[in-house]
């Protein structure tokens, strides 16, 4: 094996002693030097710049300079030297030569008569380029996390030039090291705290456009189900509205989703799930937009054994991300291909493939990108720009990868892998909303629904749901929790909806008190909230709400989910007497 080459410089005028150096150094066995010579200070500083050797052996007294000022020459613009320089003194100027290792040179010998000490060279060359390859190291990794700083704007800017200008000395005093570290730590709280004030303000957003959006797709659907039926030209403008209204609540939708991702607080649920079934449920859905473009679907038969690990709910987002975008993306009467094919390597890719325009090249890397429509800001196409940079993070944070090939004038493929797995758990699914209708009960057995709520515009929501399609219920509310808990005592209502952002004490905290009273423990809780983040439906779900509605809701989602609470509720109470 070759042994490592590396280039000293010696600046000595002193013959004897650069023998003595080249005696030292042709010895060591593990590394060869590559020597330049220099016998005054100023050929030592042309030949520093034009060679930039890997380490510098500098003798203090030189003819036409000394240590001092050759080192003072050879800083460059930043102040600092670029190059190790070691310091070969007498034994009458230690305290010179230490004066040296303050002004920048890394380390010093001192020249005994026999100049024994030289046969030191090797070791102290090497352990000087290694400290100077550790320390180049913390500077790129310091220069790194610097640039993973950038949203801080002002604020990391500002940290980011008080830490350069600490990192000049830093080996000049321990104390200095500790308190640029002081800088870094306050800098990562202000980055933490600037993080957490977003996530604050965007779930503050979501849950006060939220409520105003509850009214107006709640009422609209009820005068869209209701009778006698809106007139033609009603009907179209009241979708028109609900088309607006969903649009929107997809736009919030997204960027929480977004938000939660990049602050780390998404949690996902991996299960087993069937390709076969999800890709039905997804074609589905996918269709009315397709038949509203004129655009041809063509979902392949899907054998049973493909069956992914992931997430299912996000992986079912991705799907109607994808084949939205390759249906808006297409052009007029074109086709969109999906196709799932297992590999030998254990994983399974799903494509999708479309008839559009094409991206080039230079598009492409830009394509995931936050907010970046690829100059279709424009354009008539609805969209945020953040679909596919979501798409793109739940599919890698589900262990997978996703890709892109596209070919102008011909189309674009957009496929993920998924790590396949086993046969898929059973999964309980709910009644999807499809048309809200006045059910008629047998016996017509009355029921007791209390609603707790603030919001005047959604409890008055609610209450005319009730009254045109459960005439088997009668609705009791409440504007605050404390009075919620009285009713919900005095009446024993057999479901109760709570808001959780209630003016004297929480929902949640409602609940609890509910669930602890004998009374009034068989009785399912049902959260309809804005409250819209991952973690308030998951804290809800822990804290024992039967279920958690986000607003706005789908009324006929609404409507199952009481008729899954009063199944429950029969079930709890037969359970609580046996127990009895």
């Given at each position: 094996m070759s042994k490592p080459k590396i280039h000293i410089l010696i600046v000595e005028d002193d013959l004897v002693d650069r023998m003595a150096c080249r005696r030292a150094l042709a010895q060591d066995p593990n590394c060869k030097f590559v020597l330049s010579e220099a016998k005054t200070g100023h050929e030592g500083l042309q030949l520093a710049y034009q060679q930039k050797p890997d380490c510098v052996l500098l003798d203090y007294h030189l003819p036409d300079m000394n240590g001092l000022e050759f080192l003072a020459g050879l800083r460059n613009d930043p102040g600092e030297i670029p190059v190790p320089v070691i310091m070969l003194t007498g034994t009458d100027n230690v305290s010179v030569a230490?004066?040296?290792?303050?002004?920048?040179?890394?380390?010093?010998?001192?020249?005994?008569?026999?100049?024994?000490?030289?046969?030191?060279?090797?070791?102290?060359?090497?352990?000087?380029?290694?400290?100077?390859?550790?320390?180049?190291?913390?500077?790129?990794?310091?220069?790194?996390?610097?640039?993973?700083?950038?949203?801080?704007?002002?604020?990391?800017a500002t940290r980011t030039d008080e830490l350069a200008e600490a990192n000049k000395h830093l080996r000049q005093d321990v104390a200095e090291r500790k308190r640029v570290q002081a800088e870094l730590i306050h800098a990562k709280a202000a980055a933490e705290k600037a993080n957490l004030a977003k996530s604050n303000f965007i779930s503050r957003m979501s849950h006060?456009?939220?409520?105003?959006?509850?009214?107006?797709l709640g009422f609209a659907q009820l005068i869209e189900a209701g009778s006698p039926k809106p007139a033609p030209g009603q009907m179209a403008r009241l979708k028109k509205i609900l088309h607006g209204g969903w649009y929107l609540l997809d736009l919030i939708n997204e960027i929480l989703d977004l938000s939660t991702i990049e602050s780390g607080n998404l949690v996902l649920s991996q299960e087993s799930v069937s390709l076969a079934v999800l890709m039905s449920e997804c074609q589905g859905m996918i269709e009315p937009q397709s038949q509203r473009y004129g655009i041809h679907l063509i979902?392949?038969?899907?054998?049973?054994?493909?069956i992914v690990?992931?997430?299912?709910?996000k992986l079912k987002q991705v799907l109607i991300n994808l084949l939205s975008n390759a249906i808006k993306y297409n052009r007029e009467q074109g086709t969109v291909e999906v196709k799932c094919v297992a590999d030998t390597s254990g994983y399974i890719r799903i494509s999708?493939?479309?008839?559009?325009?094409?991206?080039?090249?230079?598009?492409?890397?830009?394509?995931?990108?936050?907010?970046?429509?690829?100059?279709?800001?424009?354009?008539?196409?609805?969209?945020?720009?953040?679909?596919?940079?979501?798409?793109?993070?739940?599919?890698?944070?589900?262990?997978?990868?996703?890709?892109?090939e596209s070919t102008v004038g011909v189309g674009s493929v957009f496929w993920f892998e998924l790590a396949s797995a086993t046969v898929p758990q059973l999964e309980a699914r709910?009644?999807?909303?499809?048309?809200?209708?006045?059910?008629?009960?047998?016996?017509?057995?009355?029921?007791t629904l209390l609603y707790v709520e603030d919001n005047p515009v959604n409890l008055l929501l609610v209450r005319e749901l009730i009254e045109e399609v459960r005439p088997d219920m009668r609705l009791l509310?409440?504007?605050?929790?404390?009075?919620?808990?009285?009713?919900?005592?005095?009446?024993?209502?057999?479901?109760?909806?709570?808001?959780?952002?209630?003016?004297?004490?929480?929902?949640?905290e409602a609940m609890e008190i509910l669930l602890k009273d004998p009374l009034t423990v068989h009785i399912p809780i049902v959260a309809l909230s804005a409250n819209a983040m991952p973690h308030d439906v998951l804290k809800g779900a822990g804290a024992g709400f039967f279920r958690h509605i986000c607003k706005p809701f789908e009324l006929n989602e609404l409507m199952c989910v009481i008729d899954e609470a009063l199944e429950f509720r029969k079930s709890r109470l037969v359970s609580l007497n046996n127990t009895n």
């Open positions: 230490v004066e040296a290792m303050k002004c920048g040179a890394q380390d010093y010998l001192v020249k005994d008569a026999n100049r024994q000490c030289l046969d030191l060279l090797p070791a102290v060359i090497q352990r000087v380029l290694r400290e100077r390859r550790m320390l180049m190291e913390k500077k790129q990794v310091e220069a790194e996390l610097r640039q993973h700083r950038w949203h801080l704007e002002e604020l990391v006060e456009l939220r409520t105003p959006l509850n009214a107006i979902f392949h038969k899907l054998d049973d054994s493909l690990k992931a997430d299912r709910n999708i493939q479309d008839t559009g325009i094409g991206l080039p090249p230079e598009k492409l890397t830009q394509l995931f990108q936050p907010f970046n429509r690829l100059g279709q800001e424009s354009g008539s196409v609805e969209g945020t720009g953040i679909g596919l940079v979501t798409s793109k993070q739940l599919i890698e944070l589900m262990g997978g990868v996703i890709h892109v709910g009644c999807k909303a499809e048309e809200i209708t006045p059910r008629i009960y047998v016996g017509m057995q009355q029921h509310s409440a504007d605050n929790g404390k009075l919620g808990i009285e009713l919900a005592r005095t009446h024993l209502p057999d479901v109760i909806l709570m808001d959780i952002a209630l003016p004297d004490i929480s929902g949640i």
